[in-house]
């Protein structure tokens, strides 16, 4: 079993900055691709930001140029960080784990969920 623990959500005035943290631990082999979802209010959950565990990185089109994902494979943590933040970005924010177990089977990992609000 993962276990995925996010922190850095809150509230922040349109315009501001908010960094996102979310550390994996337990039982890992190896965690393959990381990233951010979120979810607002009747909506669906959608990506945000992934990176591979070679870096290499995939944005939604509504935060590019604005968000920027990074990840420290030795420590198991990917980060996010939100500048430039617009109210439409309020959603409560979930990272996701790709995991590859010791008997090469795939796991799905998901966190508890933070909220960011960000207030017009």
């Known amino acids: 079993q993962v276990q995925l623990v996010e922190s850095g959500g809150g509230l922040v005035q349109a315009g501001g900055s908010l960094r996102l943290s979310c550390a994996a631990s337990g039982s890992i082999f190896r965690i393959d691709v990381m990233g951010w979802y979120r979810q607002a209010p009747g909506k669906q959950r959608e990506l945000v930001a992934v990176i591979t565990r070679g870096g290499r990185t995939n944005y939604s089109d509504s935060v590019k140029g604005r968000f920027t994902i990074s990840r420290d494979n030795a420590k198991n943590t990917v980060s996010l960080q939100m500048n430039s933040l617009k109210p439409e970005d309020t959603a409560v924010y979930y990272c996701?784990?790709?995991?590859?177990?010791?008997?090469?089977?795939?796991?799905?990992?998901w966190g508890q969920g933070t909220q960011v609000t960000v207030s017009s």
């Open positions: 996701n784990a790709d995991h590859l177990t010791y008997n090469n089977g795939r796991e799905d990992y």
